[in-house]
């Protein structure tokens, strides 16, 4: 059994951030299309201030070390979902696979259809972010972002790329698609940063 990761936002005493309510489904928000991409299709490039750039396939991530994860999630257009479960790859895990530089401050993601989203190494490295290709116990589907999607639980839902692509280290901060757009930098529910 994969160790379980518990996402320490679930262990609070009121669950839902401000200005959220609950939902009970799975809204599915992307811009655009959904892909699909077959697992035979995928493949992740992770690359920029690294010692050893390299691109892997499916076969490759799912021989990495998998854990389960326990997560709230939150859409900055209101919504949030408690409990979900994911599996997937911890980020952590990546550090062994090409040796991150120390430079390396920002993180830039890169998914399908032209999207990209920015975070912090901290964040990234985030004890709960997960490259996930289960959700509920089902491999992901199209939809979601399968086969492999990110998920930040601890920052709006817009930072947990679906259908990722590639992953950049940089010595630089870069805003992604939404973060170019008008919305916030960061994107803690906690702290309502929605927009600018
Ligand atoms: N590639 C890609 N990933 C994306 C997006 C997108 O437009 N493209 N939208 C983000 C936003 S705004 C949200 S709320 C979540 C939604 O994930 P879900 O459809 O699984 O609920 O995906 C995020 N990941
Ligand atoms: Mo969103």
Redesign the pocket.
Known sequence: MPDTIISPDTRRAHRIPPGQRLTSG???????RVYQVSAEQWSLSIRGLVEREMTIDYQQFASLPHVHLLAD?H???SWSKLDTHWAGVSTSALRDLVAIRPEARFVIVY???G?S?NLTADDFFASDVLLADQYEGEPISA???GPV?LVVPRL?????????TGIEFSAVDRPG??ETRGYHNRGDPWKEERYG
């Open positions: 799975f809204p599915v928000l992307h811009y655009g999630i859409c900055v257009t998914a399908l259809g999207f989203t939809a979601h972002g999607r709006y839902f817009w930072k947990s790329a679906k259908w990722m698609f939404w």
